[in-house]
Nanobody, 119 residues
Framework: QVQLVESGGGLVQPGGSLGLSCAAS????????MGWYRQTFGDERQLVAV???????RYADSVKGRFTMSGDNAKNTMYLQMNNLKPEDTGVYYC?????????????WGLGTQVTVSS
């Protein structure tokens, strides 16, 4: 069982920056993949950034060049640095992880943290 706890959301003006954190209850180096999704009211969750087994971070086209995902193995924490934020970045941001188990892949989600970009 993996627990994920997001933090760092809030209200920011367009063009501003915000950093999110996702603390995992296990070593993140042992996870098959981790990532960030966001969801706007009424829409499905959309991928923001994900890192797979090849250690390459993949970003949604809408956030490339503005968002950076990173991790700290010592702290079992993943981060999402968001710069030059736009109103369309508003949403609930969820941390996501996949753990390889004896019975297959197990997916885990955090409870989410709200990000609001507005003047």
């Amino acid at each position: 069982q993996v627990q994920l706890v997001e933090s760092g959301g809030g209200l920011v003006q367009p063009g501003g920056s915000l950093g999110l954190s996702c603390a995992a209850s296990v070593s993140i180096s042992r996870l098959k993949s981790m990532g960030w999704y966001r969801q706007t009211f009424g829409d499905e969750r959309q991928l923001v950034a994900v890192i797979l087994g090849d250690s390459i971070v993949r970003y949604a086209d809408s956030v490339k060049g503005r968002f950076t995902m990173s991790g700290d193995n010592a702290k079992n924490t993943m981060y999402l640095q968001m710069n030059n934020l736009k109103p369309e970045d508003t949403g609930v941001y969820y941390c996501y992880a996949v753990q390889l188990t004896a019975s297959g892949n197990a997916e885990y989600w955090g409870l989410g943290t709200q990000v609001t970009v507005s003047s």
